[in-house]
């Protein structure tokens, strides 16, 4: 995100534009890191080891991988977004981004539109797949080709591919082999999806995130994946099972991947499943449980923002509060996971709104533990179920300490209500 913080509503604002978006406005510091915590790390190694830790680090002490600090004077305006609302930030970091993956490789980025980002971490090109898109246009999607693989095996585990004895044909197909009921994957909602890979010119299977444990969560035809994830769900209801196979035009070009053993001519096979697809706009429904006695009351208006209404004469806490106002069954958030979020956040000593993703019809993203939001935040939402609307009671120390931020006064405890959408395995975009 820029230096300069813009509220929202101010003009030039991208209502999409999460780094605008970011609660509260910009934490204090030059840039931006990307943290991941060794436990998630290890988790999703699949294409390679874990980085060396520093001499003298613990093993549950995150480690900063690639960094994003700025000039002063460096703005956002030139960087082209597609669409509106997919972050400025994740395009930037486009090469960086692939090195956190590897356990999911798939996910790698692939756009990278503009060269004057300034990286301080090289990726390992052993690991990572090029993030230069291919020259090769990428073909039309069809729903079938003179020949197709198999697959077999349940939604939400993982397919059992089995390969022609012809060779691919060169067809970038999106097979629907179980639809689903869910909401529809538009273009812009943010999905949930577990996927199962082969290499069709190899024979040979690639690590799905099966293998990791945890799906990947990422925009709909944001332009940041390869087509064969990022295009192929589009236009599909959660709860849909896809078989995708991608020449190279639809994975990643005439370069492949060496890291992967993905050759420049090789097609790639998928099976995708859709677990969960959330509109730009979405939020939580059901019937709310009221806040302790001690905690600010909350009023749901739906779609817009909530209200936030103080408790007279209560003092202001020292340590951070929660509660749980709508409890979800989904699985509990982890260090290190991306989340989807609403949210709106108000002053404690007066209840005053000073930001919501409501009023831009925006859900946000962030990365557990990666520093790219306020700590009360960070300790607030990891390890809450997904589904689960909560309040958060964050003192000063735990948010912006003695630093005013836009309409935030320095020294202030802060109000917010969070709706978890979703998490997953994603980069810090945002």
């Given amino acids: 995100m820029s230096d300069k913080a813009t509220s929202p509503g101010?003009?030039?604002?991208?209502?999409?534009?999460?780094?605008?978006?970011?609660?509260?406005?910009?934490?204090?510091?030059?840039?931006?890191?990307?943290?991941?915590?060794?436990?998630?790390?290890?988790?999703?190694?699949?294409?390679?080891?874990?980085?060396?830790?520093p001499a003298g680090s613990k093993d549950d002490e995150p480690q900063v991988f690639a960094s994003t600090v700025r000039k002063k004077d460096l703005s956002e305006a030139g960087y082209d977004e597609n669409p509106p609302g997919v972050g400025?930030?994740?395009?930037?970091?486009?090469?960086?981004?692939?090195?956190?993956?590897?356990?999911?490789?798939?996910?790698?980025?692939?756009?990278?539109?503009?060269?004057?980002?300034s990286a301080s971490a090289t990726p390992d090109p052993a690991v990572t797949a090029s993030p230069t898109p291919t020259a090769d246009p990428v073909p039309p999607i069809k729903d079938t080709a003179k020949v197709l693989p198999t697959a077999t095996g349940d939604f939400g585990k993982k397919a059992t591919i089995t390969l022609p004895k012809e060779a691919a044909d060169g067809?970038?197909?999106?097979?629907?082999?179980k639809s689903g009921d869910g909401p529809k994957a538009d273009k812009g909602a943010w999905v949930t999806a577990d996927f199962s890979a082969m290499n069709w010119g190899t024979g040979k299977e690639i690590?799905?995130?099966?293998?990791?444990?945890?799906?990947?969560?990422?925009?709909?035809?944001?332009?940041?994946?390869?087509?064969?994830?990022?295009?192929?769900?589009?236009?599909?209801?959660?709860?849909?099972?896809?078989?995708?196979?991608?020449?190279?035009?639809a994975a990643f070009g005439t370069q492949g991947s060496s890291g992967m053993g993905v050759g420049p001519k090789d097609t790639l096979v998928f099976v995708i499943d859709i677990k969960n697809a959330n509109a730009p706009d979405a939020v939580l429904g059901g019937e709310m449980t009221a806040p302790p006695a001690d905690?600010?009351?909350?009023?749901?208006n739906g779609k817009k923002a909530a209200t936030i209404t103080p408790v007279p004469g209560a003092a202001e806490p020292k340590d951070l509060k929660s509660a749980v106002l709508i409890q979800g069954k989904g699985p509990k958030v982890e260090a290190g996971e991306k989340v989807l979020v609403q949210y709106t956040g108000a002053l404690y000593k007066d209840g005053k709104k000073f930001d919501s993703s409501l009023d831009r019809g925006q859900a946000f993203t962030f990365v557990t533990g990666g520093g790219g939001v306020i700590e009360g935040w960070d300790k607030g939402v990891t390890g809450q179920n997904v589904g689960s609307r909560i309040e958060l009671v964050i003192p000063a120390s735990l948010a912006y300490k003695d630093q005013a931020q836009g309409d935030i006064p320095a020294n202030s405890t802060l109000v917010f209500v969070i709706d978890i959408l979703d998490a997953g395995v994603g980069s810090q975009d945002s």
């Fill in 10 to 53: 101010e003009a030039g604002t991208s209502a999409g534009d999460p780094a605008a978006a970011r609660p509260g406005g910009p934490l204090p510091g030059d840039g931006e890191s990307i943290v991941v915590p060794p436990a998630m790390l290890k988790q999703q190694a699949g294409w390679g080891q874990a980085p060396a830790r």
């Fill in 88 to 117: 400025r930030l994740g395009v930037i970091l486009g090469t960086i981004l692939a090195v956190l993956l590897v356990g999911s490789g798939i996910t790698l980025y692939v756009v990278n539109k503009d060269k004057s980002s």
């Fill in 171 to 177: 067809t970038f197909v999106v097979k629907e082999i």
């Fill in 207 to 249: 690590q799905g995130s099966y293998e990791s444990g945890k799906p990947q969560l990422f925009q709909a035809g944001g332009g940041k994946l390869i087509p064969a994830l990022d295009q192929a769900v589009t236009g599909h209801k959660a709860g849909s099972r896809l078989l995708v196979v991608a020449p190279p035009a």
């Fill in 295 to 300: 905690m600010p009351k909350v009023k749901d």
